[in-house]
């Protein structure tokens, strides 16, 4: 009896198959993949897409941000701040021109009163009434006949022993008792005197330290100075010098007077320390 084919037995397939051989590839592919990871991530391509780049530049970028907010916020305070030491040195000198406006108004006052008081002064007065004696009475006239004029005085006269009788109507005014001889003999002697010696007088030495266009201004300006400046105007006076012309008129102020020009140049550099013009000049000019 024969035995059928599906009866022998059957040999396993000991070649590799596609499908072996698909994952053979994949396996070393996958492999290869993590060697490079590994040893040169470099090379391999950005699979992410550059988002952790951008995340990281957007960082840095809020970060700069924030520090020029606060670099911006410390400048603004410090511009407040300064703006604030502007206002306050602002109001201290309107505050001190005010003071200074006040005593000028006041000076001014004060200079007006005084002018109006020398005008009042410098009025004519009336002529006095001279005394008359009123002759319209009779007795008054019998009281100046008998009064009669006055008796004359001789000079170096003896004295005289008795009453006193008046001289004659006529006689002669004795007016000493220098003989002729005596006036003759003095009159010889000549007195003879040297070559005359003319020495100019030095002139008084002074400090011009303002000008302006009027004498008033001169008289507040010398009030001012002399108040704030009293050490070293407080001895002195002052006068003003006509310095300009009739189409520009300018005076100046000018102060002393000064022992010498040494003494005048210190004074100057003393009040050249503290803000005041001033030059040496000739003590002139009218008083202000």
């Known amino acids: 009896m024969t035995k059928t084919a599906s009866d022998k037995p059957m040999r396993r397939n000991t070649g590799a198959t596609p499908y072996a051989a698909i994952w053979f590839t ?4 996958g492999l290869g993949y993590l060697c490079i990871a590994f040893l040169a991530p470099h090379i391999l391509p950005d699979f992410s897409g550059g988002r952790v780049a951008e995340r990281m530049l957007s960082e840095t970028q809020v970060m700069k941000v924030s520090a020029d907010v ?3 916020k410390s400048s603004l305070e410090k511009l407040q701040i300064e703006v604030d030491s502007v206002k306050a040195n602002a109001v201290a000198h309107q505050t001190q021109t005010d003071q200074l406006s006040a005593h000028l108004a006041a000076l001014d006052e004060k200079v007006r009163g005084q002018d109006t008081a020398k005008t009042a002064s410098a009025a004519p007065l009336p002529p006095p009434t001279p005394d008359v004696p009123d002759f319209a009475s009779g ?3 019998a009281q100046a006949v008998a009064d009669g004029p006055p008796p004359t005085k001789v000079i170096n006269a003896a004295p005289q022993v008795g009453p006193k009788v008046g001289p004659p109507v006529g006689a002669p005014i004795v007016t000493g008792s220098i003989s002729k001889s005596t006036q003759t003999a003095n009159a010889g002697d000549a007195i003879s005197f040297g070559p005359a010696v003319v020495k100019p007088a030095p002139k008084p030495v002074g400090i011009q330290i303002a000008t302006d266009s009027s004498v008033d201004g001169l008289r507040i300006t010398w009030s001012a100075l002399a108040q704030v400046h009293a050490e070293q105007l407080g001895t002195l006076s002052p006068r003003y010098a006509d310095l300009g012309t009739a189409a520009n008129p300018s ?5 002393g007077p ?3 020009k040494a003494d005048a140049k210190k004074l100057c550099k003393e009040l050249a320390a503290q803000s005041v013009s001033c030059k040496i000049s000739d003590f002139k000019g009218a008083e202000l």
Do not use: V
């Not at 994949?26 to 592919?29: E, R």
């Open 139 to 141: 007795a008054s006239q």
């Open 251 to 255: 005076f100046g102020l000018i102060a």
């Open 26 to 29: 994949l396996g070393a592919a």
């Open 70 to 72: 606060d670099s911006l």
């Open 258 to 260: 000064i022992k010498s």
